[in-house]
């Protein structure tokens, strides 16, 4: 069958496929063909721009080396030129440098030689599903990040470039500053949206279970092990696998991660075969991973393979002007979810916290809005409610000067903060570390106020 042949019975070319191999460009035509799609075919680099200038494709397919030049130019000439269309590279095997560098350059995806028909038909259907624009436009994603600040509208903005690419994401930023909430939006405004997003703790975890926690075990692989169980990478197969504190992850699970990554395969404890997986790795970190690297602690290789474009998540501290806004939508949450009448800020709790570094960022602003709805006597939620740490307020907003009848005032609201430590401390077993998660302040914070206070520790 011709390839003009091939494209009568499928109303037209959906896909370019350019390598000077007959018979690899053969086996893609015919495999793509039973997906129901009809391609056309190139052996070098200009005619492949000479049918893109002339045709409308869908996908395309490119090997890394062609006679006139490699596969990244063609890469960066569609990047440039056709922007809506994806582009996926074909690497030698075992040559991930080159996967990852035309990533970088703006490639979709890749596959390594010998072709897996498994991974192309995955990749075709990740393409394939994407939705319309108008459907992404009416729809309203559940983890938006909120914000009209010019860094996180350069935030969201980069975010929706991601997510039309299965490139890795390193998400970087502060505990607290959204990097979950920014994986989640890759996911859910991307061609993956309606498979699985597996968000893993990798800190949480303890190492002796790690492997089985991650590519899972058949029955008999070890002691306890009763039945077959699937792994995180098998629940999120067609879906993200978002590898949260991925720092924290031992070396050795460092080396089955990298294999995994690389080769899109893995072996179960206890199973002889590999088991194919098609997932999008995004990863995330409050800590540096460069210097973990200088100080080999976290392998270099898998860095590179993790952080194929970075996206750094603004601080609070970076981003004041969105604070109110915030705020409000905070204790309107929190109304909503215990039933009370929702609480304004006064304007000087809207300055305090305007001044506040917040080193726990969002999530600090969300717990410490939730403690001062229960210290306010009412509606109207005050400076004073807020007990804001006064080591971690800035320069724009100093503390106030004694005024007469200032030192009962300090006299209470220090009875109320020692009250609220004491009864954390003892909820808690005496773990000063889950006693300032709870109180929503860092270990950092309670331990100043246990000094402050004079306390025990």
Known sequence: MTQTERRARSGGPDVLIVDDEDDIRELLELTLLRLGLASDGAATLAEARQLLGGRRYRLCLTD????????????????????????????????????????????????????????????????????????DAGRKDSSSLIGDSPAMVQVRSLIEKLARSQAPVFISGESGSGKERAARMIHELGPRAAAPFVAVNCGAIPENLMESEFFGARKGAFTGADSDREGFFQAAHGGTLFLDEVGDLPLPMQVKLL????????????????TAVDVRILSATHQNLKAMVEASRF???????????????????ERIEDIPGLAEILLDRLAESSGQPVAKLSQDAVDALKAYSFPGNVRELENVLERALALSSGELIHAEDLLLDPSDVGEAHPAAPAEPGGAALQDYLDKVERHAIEDALEKSGGNRTAAARSLGVTFRSLRYRLERLGMKE
């Open 299 to 317: 392998r270099q290789d898998l860095f590179y393979r993790l952080n194929v474009i970075e996206l750094r998540m603004p601080t609070l501290r």
């Open 64 to 135: 890394m080396r062609l006679p006139d030049g490699d596969g990244l130019e063609l890469v960066r000439y569609i990047s440039e030129n056709i922007r809506d269309l994806p582009v996926a590279v074909i690497t030698a095997f075992g040559s991930m440098d080159n996967a990852v560098t035309a990533l970088k350059a703006g490639a979709f995806d890749y596959l390594a030689k010998p072709v897996s028909i498994d991974q192309l038909r995955a990749l075709v259907k990740s393409v394939f599903s994407v939705r319309p624009k108008e459907e």
């Open 259 to 274: 294999r995994a990554i690389q080769e899109k395969k893995f072996r179960r404890l206890g199973d002889t075969a590999e």
